[in-house]
């Protein structure tokens, strides 16, 4: 078990390029998840997924978001047309049931998106 | 949506002392989950110690240990005999059904 894994660690490109993030989450997590943070603050939700299914969106998950995660396996998130303000670290997160009901969420590294 | 607010920026103890981080969160939910996470310089965020809402007794892991208010609506993190590697940001994190809510985060510096 490697824990959750991002790709690319970092990214750089010009406002009003497409990019897409990849996250691999633990093998057997059924749950995963998305999270914004920028420079000095907490995360904050995105949306995630139990299996294949994306079950909910923030409001942060404007119309040029997108995420899928395909088989229920990795997930990818894709910003089009990027703007200055999309710039923070994107991160990854997976969960499986734990004792309780916990849902203990792992992170993975995180995506650095710089928009120049 | 549920608020977590940690109320010091900045922390600071010698190596070997105790420090305590505070959180307290909004909620009128009854059943949930507290996380703290810490995340040092460049690097993943990692789970410290997490507590259930509905057991009375505070969670306790290792060097880590918290103290729940559940009416106070209180979280705190105490870090015993600090180590160098303590030095991160801790976030503490509230999860209702399934997304965290996170706090704003404490840096904890641990001074040599």
């Known amino acids: 078990d490697t824990g959750v894994s991002q790709n690319p660690r970092h990214k750089i490109t010009k406002r009003g390029q497409n990019v897409t993030f990849r996250c691999d989450p633990i093998?057997?997590?059924?749950?995963l998840y998305w999270y914004r943070q920028t420079l000095g603050q907490g995360p904050e939700f995105l949306t995630y997924?139990?299996?294949?299914?994306?079950?909910?969106k923030s409001r942060l998950l404007s119309d040029r978001f997108s995420a899928e995660r395909p088989k229920g396996s990795f997930s990818t998130l894709e910003i089009q047309r990027t703007e200055q303000g999309d710039s923070a670290m994107y991160l990854c997160?997976?969960?499986?049931?734990?004792?309780?009901?916990?849902?203990?969420?792992?992170f993975g590294p995180g995506t650095r998106l710089t928009v120049t | 949506a549920q608020t977590v607010t940690q109320s010091q920026p900045e922390m600071s103890v010698q190596e070997a002392e105790t420090v305590t981080l505070s959180c307290t969160y909004d909620?009128?939910?009854?059943?949930?989950?507290l996380f703290w996470y810490k995340q040092p310089p460049s690097r993943q965020m990692i789970l410290v110690i997490r507590?259930?809402?509905?057991?009375?007794q505070n969670a306790t892991e290792n060097r880590f240990s918290v103290n729940f208010q559940k009416a106070a609506k209180s979280f705190s993190l105490k870090i015993s005999d600090s180590q160098l590697g303590d030095t991160a940001m801790y976030f503490c994190?509230?999860?209702?059904?399934?997304?965290?809510?996170f706090g704003a985060g404490t840096t904890v510096t641990v001074r040599a």
């Open positions: 997160a997976s969960s499986v049931r734990g004792q309780g009901s916990s849902y203990e969420q792992y």
């Open positions: 093998s057997e997590h059924n749950r």
């Open positions: 997924f139990q299996n294949e299914a994306q079950l909910e």
């Open positions: 909620t009128s939910e009854s059943n949930y989950y």
């Open positions: 507590q259930e809402a509905y057991k009375q």
């Open positions: 994190a509230f999860r209702d059904d399934y997304k965290l809510s």
